[in-house]
């Protein structure tokens, strides 16, 4: 996490207006487009886009898409074409939680719901990190395609806050699937 975390502090780049990110031929494996908030630096490669506003070790909203074949770090169960959105958010779960250095989990919500067009589901949890700070997810998945999408807005404790939480839902709002064989 903390590796994790480093790599994107070194990345993340200077503010921008609000602009529409999209995907295409020359983004890689995104196919995917949000908006992007005043105020908010993005971090932009092929596999992830990350977005924050005063550093990702304050305030972070990740969005990221992956293929469902592709195999999990922390957990054995697959995701699938067939899979309903809750059964989704299991596995996503048992990856979560078979995360070690997530420690004293506490899932908050777990229930389905819909990113903008598409079903999915919605979970809320915290967390501590090996270095006592504490963190709290918003975390919304779905399913198309042969592909997986994950949008979610994390926060240290002394972070959170309704403004961003709202931030956050006009992102997760404005997501929109780009690539016709994603959808």
């Known amino acids: 996490m903390k590796r ?11 503010c921008a207006p609000f602009n529409r990110i999209e995907g295409g031929p020359q983004s890689g494996l995104r196919s995917f487009s949000v908006e992007l908030p005043q105020l908010w630096r993005e971090l932009d490669n092929p596999k992830y886009l990350i977005l924050t506003k005063d550093g990702p070790f304050s305030q972070y909203i ?7 074949a592709q195999p999990f770090k922390n957990t054995k169960r697959k995701l699938n074409k067939g899979m309903l959105p809750q059964e989704a958010a299991e596995v996503i779960l048992d990856e979560i939680v078979s995360d070690h250095a997530l420690l004293n989990f506490r899932l908050i919500e777990n229930h389905p719901a819909i990113v903008n067009q598409y079903e999915g589901f919605r979970l809320v949890f915290s967390h501590n990190t090996a270095g006592g700070s504490s963190f709290k997810t918003i975390y919304y998945g779905l399913l198309r395609g042969g592909w997986f999408y994950s949008i979610r807005y994390c926060a240290s404790e002394g972070n959170y806050s309704d403004r961003d939480v709202k931030t956050f839902e006009k992102v997760l709002h404005s997501f929109y699937i780009t690539d016709a064989e994603s959808a």
């Open 4 to 14: 994790f975390m480093w790599l994107i502090l070194l990345f993340v780049t200077a």
């Open 62 to 68: 990740l969005v990221q898409q992956r293929p469902m």
